[in-house]
């Protein structure tokens, strides 16, 4: 039987794979559903960790789509 990942081993794959440090921020559980947005303190990338079903969901955004992302929603 195969180990199903946690949020949090998915979070510390991610931070080992660039050895670049992060900031963490964290969102409730809501309805069954919790995320993880890293932000990469070196060149500005984003992470987005979702847990829900199975196993983490994980979405990378790089600083042209965080910048596209901004333009956006402010």
């Known amino acids: 039987m195969k180990h199903a990942k946690t949020i949090g081993e998915e979070i510390v794959m991610q931070m080992r794979a660039t050895g670049s440090t992060y900031t963490i921020t964290m969102t409730d559980d809501y ?9 990469d ?4 990338d984003i992470t987005i960790i ?7 969901k994980v979405m ?6 965080v910048a596209a992302l901004k ?3 402010l």
Do not use: A, H, M, R
């Not at 303190?41 to 500005?44: E, H, Y």
């Open 31 to 39: 309805e069954g559903c919790e995320s993880v947005i890293l932000k």
């Open 41 to 44: 303190n070196d060149c500005g």
């Open 50 to 56: 979702q847990q829900y079903g199975e196993g983490p």
């Open 71 to 73: 333009n956006i929603l």
């Open 60 to 65: 990378f955004l790089d600083t042209n789509e």
